[in-house]
């Protein structure tokens, strides 16, 4: 899964000398872009003089919060930092580091715009972090350990996570100065939702070795939140793998794969229950798939599927079948003997309760034997179709997309048949219609996608796009041994209000 969070919040501070004075008191909570730079000595009223910027940006990890009771891990996820470089006629500087700390406390935005005399006066600036609340020292500058007071960005501290106490200063190089920022900010993400860390918010600047040395660095300009176009605002970009294969339509022989049932009660994913009591079939190893053909019986135990926890009504079961299994089908035949005469073998598949007095669902599995190939390149004819939504408010929006190759020969019929797809394994991506930009990039943790008897789907947030945008799909998929990128255009979605 792939979720947008933008920031709720972002300035900058400075104290630049204009007119011989220092800006101190400037803010500039509402302009469009978040100016980072340092010079040296480039005053003409105060020689050897140092000016500076830090920016400040906060979020709200509410919607992140709300999903770990349901999908998102927070032992199993991946958090970026994203800022996107605004390069216009200004100078930009090369070969520097940009270092990002987590703020101790919070900070005040501010209506301020004017970026040229900072003659706006209001909190935060370099002062002060809201109205009438200083920094412990000016430009949010004192650090120390976490835990600790009269400090305003936190350096290090222990998160619980067994590396003890450690830095938290997250960096990045910029080689050639127009590179966007993207940092890892996993840990603070996932620290500041329990509560480890007190704010959702962070200092950005130049590295401490470069505010202090005797060169000037201008300017680093990244979109802020208030930027008009939205693809320039701040945002954190969350992964995480909640992608469902469900192997009933690939079951091969001597290939692990695994099954899924769903049980929902008027619209509601609802747990099964069994007996005269009513009781719940939940947690590990909490329900039996029952697999027979003629006189072979084979077991499997199932259990509650989980993600951050056990997830209502889904229910997941391993299974392997060996095509070497002597075990008797009927008379002499084994299931080794009916494996290699027919290649597959359908098996009656029942869902019940571990005590097998209740029968959950009944239906049927096939598993083939794999035979391999002789080809060095495959001459399939691979297309997709995607089928879903034009266009929904934000929120989960599931979008079907089913494979065909069109070089496997349909079975005669005189009547008109559905193409089946084929099932495959791969990750996917959205693109913008009309000027290519990639709104949602591969990613093997948060773009995999998912397989259930009805074929290949995806899930994603729509309000990762921006709205009004129309959006199509591509994917890049392993099929017959091969790598390959395709795509439906022909098929668009778009976010509305």
Known sequence: MFLVVTASSDTYITDKIVSTKRAVSGNVGQAGTIDLFKLWDESDAITGSVEISRALISFDWGQIQALTASSL??????????????????????????????????????IGRDVSSYSHIDASN??????????????????????????????????????????FE????????????????????????????????????????????????????????????????PRVEIFWDDSRVDDREQA???????????????????????????????GDSCILVRFTTGSYTRYFTGSQDQQSGFIDGVYKAPFIFASSDTTTITGSV?????????????????????????????????????TPDSYVFSNDKLKVNCFGPSSAPPGLVLIRCKFFDLSLEDRSSKFSIERKPVPVSGLYRVID????????????????????????????YSDSIPYGRQVYFEFKIDYNGENRVISDEGFTFSLRS
């Open 433 to 460: 219609l009309q000027t290519k930009q990639v709104y949602i990039d591969y990613n093997s943790m948060g773009t995999k996608l998912s397989l259930d008897q009805n074929g290949n789907f995806l899930q994603f």
């Open 170 to 233: 997250a960096s990045q190089r910029f080689i050639n100065g127009n590179e966007d920022l993207y940092i890892d900010i996993t840990d603070f993400v996932s620290s500041s939702i329990v509560g480890l860390l007190p704010q959702p918010s962070f200092r950005l600047s130049f590295s401490g070795s470069q505010e202090a040395d005797n060169t000037t660095y201008f300017v680093k300009r990244f979109g802020s939140r208030n930027a008009k176009n939205p693809i320039l605002r």
């Open 73 to 110: 891990n927070l032992n199993n996820f991946k958090a970026y930092l994203k800022m996107i470089s605004v390069i216009g006629g200004q100078p930009a500087p090369t070969d520097f580091t940009l270092s990002l700390f987590p703020l101790s406390s919070s900070f005040s935005e501010g």
């Open 334 to 370: 084994t299931l080794s003997d009916a494996v290699r005469a027919s290649g597959s073998i359908t098996f009656e598949e029942i869902w019940t309760s571990l005590d097998e007095t209740t029968v959950f669902k009944s239906g049927s599995l096939t598993v083939n034997y794999n």
């Open 126 to 167: 370099f002062l002060s972090r809201s109205s009438g609340v200083l920094w412990n020292m000016e430009g949010a500058n004192s650090g120390g350990l976490l835990g600790s007071s009269n400090i305003d960005y936190i350096t290090s501290g222990n998160l619980n996570d067994g590396l003890g106490v450690r830095s």
């Open 252 to 282: 091969v022989f001597d290939v692990s794969g695994n099954l899924y049932l769903t049980n929902t009660v008027r619209g509601i994913k609802t747990n099964l229950v069994s007996g005269s009591s009513l009781t719940s079939i939940a």
